[in-house]
């Protein structure tokens, strides 16, 4: 695009920085905290990740949106991010097979955004100075009127968001003659999530997020998943209880993401704020057990405390990232329940650690085979 024919715009963060740029997609504000990606390909997926939501988020790569966008690459119903940052956004696309250009996309969504800023740099600050809020914005161009909005941002500690993402309405995938049956707690769940199981063969009813377990097991399933989603989990005390529930039952439970930190915290293990997030598709993780590394996708700015987890006698760390030694899975040692904090569905992302849901329905099979005994 031709940047001197665009609406300038500017970014604020609420350390003072200002960076200069210029308008894509919706016109206005949009105001959250900001966090980064760096991966070069599979922006729509990001996109439309529930876990972004209340996110302004910063694209590394240089050149966004050049292959378009497609309805089947969304995670989500719409995009869950609040505003976008980057290098070059772009209008045009090569793929043929794309429905529409990035930029349309993105004002259907009423998306604010700002290109011409120089990313890495500014993603160079974030990793220096740690998370924080953030405003953009293409209508107000006055650095202290500004000022004043951001001020007025909350935190993302100690927010609820999941039930803001989380579906209304239960809504069932997959065969219904299947002998697996995987009851879903939506937080906020990736689609490729519940295509990982459903393609496994199984059968899945997803939930709203505050739907209490005995609704919840009308389903009579065989197994529970509690997924990703945005937010502190540490704010979501209806969540840890219901997970509390799901454990009495000793039945195969599975949790990715924001659902291993409710798991966690379900078993009085400690979480955390993390100083700038993990999130990207090139985070190294050992596998404990095996120990053979896997690369993964990640997206979270909470963490589960190491220290609190070793405490916990009833615990086993499975997997650990080996840039920083964070917790990256935990197994429970009394009851048939693991979580990871990346993601496995990998999209977009490498496919290393997709073995995750074979377990997990292996481990529902050997529990319907032994009477309900894992």
Known sequence: MNLDKQTPALLLLEDGTVCNGFAFGKIGTASGEICFNTGMTGYQEVFTDPSYFGQILIMNSVHIGNYGVKSDEAQSDSVKIQGLIGRNLEANYSRNQAEGSLDEYLKKNNIVCIEGVDTRALVTHVRQQGSM?????SDILDVNELKKILAKVPSMAGLELASKVSTQKEYELGDSNSKVKIAVLDFGCKQNILQCMTSRGAFVKVFPATTPVHKINEFNPGGYFISNGPGDPAAMGYAIETVKEILKENKPTFGICLGH???????????????????????????????KCEITSQNHGFGVDTDSVKKNSNIEITHINLNDESVEGIKLKNKPAFSVQYHPESTPGPQDSRYLFDEFISLINKTNSNGGVA
């Open 133 to 137: 809020n953030c405003i953009i914005s």
């Open 261 to 291: 930190q409710l798991l966690a915290l379900a078993n009085d293990v400690a979480t955390f704020k993390l100083h700038h997030g993990h999130r990207g598709l090139n985070h190294p993780v050992k596998n404990l057990k095996t120990g």
